[in-house]
């Protein structure tokens, strides 16, 4: 396993970590949001890497980064949404005080 490899996946471990860490332990939708963003990041960085690594010529592994990419601006899209439709009725984001949301 090569020194840059090794890099790239415990830069990746490490924002995944920070991510899950953001969205369990946060009351504010938006910080839950920056740590599903986080938790992506650091999946796309593993992908990138894990690609490079075993098919250093094939340039296919930029489709999947692109398709996360894609899912990323739209999860925050709806949530921004959510979140800004949330505040003018309620005028709170706090997700504890969400409790008409339950399904």
């Known amino acids: 396993m090569s020194i840059e490899l090794l890099i790239a996946l415990i830069t990746g471990a490490a924002l995944f970590g920070t991510g899950i860490y953001g969205a369990l332990s946060q009351t504010n939708l938006v910080m839950i949001m920056m740590g599903v963003e986080l938790i992506l990041a650091g999946a796309m960085i593993n992908l990138v890497a894990f ?53």
């Open 51 to 103: 690609w490079r690594y075993l098919h250093p010529d094939n340039p296919a592994g930029q489709m999947f980064v692109l398709i996360i990419m894609t899912v990323m601006a739209i999860e925050m899209a709806v949530g921004f949404g959510v979140a800004i439709a949330r505040f003018r009725a309620r005028g709170s984001v706090e997700m504890e005080e969400a409790t008409e949301l339950k399904g």
